[in-house]
């Protein structure tokens, strides 16, 4: 469940995004990526349960999708989970940037002594 515990800030807005992480969590990349996967998981697992379900009821005279909504929703889901890898491997990137930059400046003060 989102976060909704009222700010003890009485200036603070009353509307503040949904988070899944407490308020008090500071803001980070893991943080987001954490709550990016979160919603498109939870919405992919959702959005495929109902393109199963939509299968199973073609029997019927009326299907639960037309074909080109299905198609849409579809597209919806691979669209988010490239997204999401996307997101992902930006971070991973950066972090891995970030450690081999300290190694080197490690290995250069090392090198270059006190």
Known sequence: MPDASPSADPAAPLFRPCS???H???P???K???EYTHDVGNGLAALLALLEFH???ELDDAPLLAAVDKGALLRL???SSKLLGCYAYVQ???ANR???KAIVTERRDEENGP
């Open 20 to 22: 899944w992480h407490r």
């Open 24 to 26: 008090d969590v500071p």
């Open 28 to 30: 980070s990349h893991q």
């Open 32 to 34: 987001a990526l954490a």
């Open 55 to 57: 299968e199973s009821q």
């Open 77 to 79: 889901a691979i669209a």
């Open 92 to 94: 991973i990137s950066k």
């Open 98 to 100: 970030a450690q081999r």
